[in-house]
């Protein structure tokens, strides 16, 4: 099994050094760590009293690291869920906040299981979630994997300008698939004709 500062760093990795991107609603963000993260902790960096794209360029990756251990993993609580959820849910808490538990939490309640879709994990979702993880905890990860897919294709469903984290400039997936994928056995993944029919009606 990964220990839990391995999937933080691996994390870092896969989110990469600074970007700015007008089409990422997350803002300046460094490591994996938005402008509006900073400026929620504090981190002041420059110190000129404001916490603004300066502040994300001077992060550290060690402290990325730190900020996704504290307040991605532990604090919501996903150190205390099934072992082998825990990589994707944590990664997917990283890329898109209470929505990865919300993904997971609309998950259960398809599966018949009385959970609140609030994106917070609490008594209900934690033993929900250990339930439906039995007898196999990898068909619960696949079947988290799979929603979290799709909840990417629905967002560049609505939003067009979210399409290239989708699907490439050559035609073929994008990071947001290809990172939902990761955490996916293979005989989930998408073929390259099921990718290209899922994404057809974006022309």
């Not at 991605?72 to 929505?99: C, H, K, W």
Request: glycine share 10%.
């Amino acid at each position: 099994m990964q220990d839990v500062r391995q999937m933080a760093e691996e994390i870092v990795t896969r989110e990469g050094g600074f970007v700015n991107d007008p089409d990422d609603p997350g803002g300046a963000t460094r490591w994996g760590v938005t402008v509006h993260t900073m400026r929620r902790l504090g981190l002041d960096l420059d110190g000129d009293g404001l916490v603004e794209a300066n502040d994300v360029r001077r992060l550290s990756r060690a402290k990325a690291v730190e900020i996704f251990l504290e307040h991605y993993f532990r604090r919501p609580r996903i150190s205390e869920m099934p072992v082998a959820l825990q990589a994707s849910l944590f990664d997917m808490q990283v890329n898109a906040g209470t929505n990865a538990v919300k993904i997971l939490q609309r998950l259960l309640c398809d599966m018949g299981y009385r959970v609140a879709v609030d994106g917070v994990i609490g008594p209900q979702t934690l033993q929900a979630t250990r339930d439906a993880s039995r007898p196999d905890p990898a068909a619960l990860r696949d079947a988290y994997g799979v929603a979290r897919r799709n909840y990417y294709f629905r967002l560049a469903d609505r939003r067009p300008a979210l399409r290239k984290y989708v699907r490439r400039r050559s035609g073929g997936k994008g990071g947001w698939i290809r990172r939902a994928e990761e955490f996916l056995s293979p005989q989930f993944h998408l073929t390259g004709s099921q990718f290209r029919e899922r994404i057809s009606a974006w022309g």
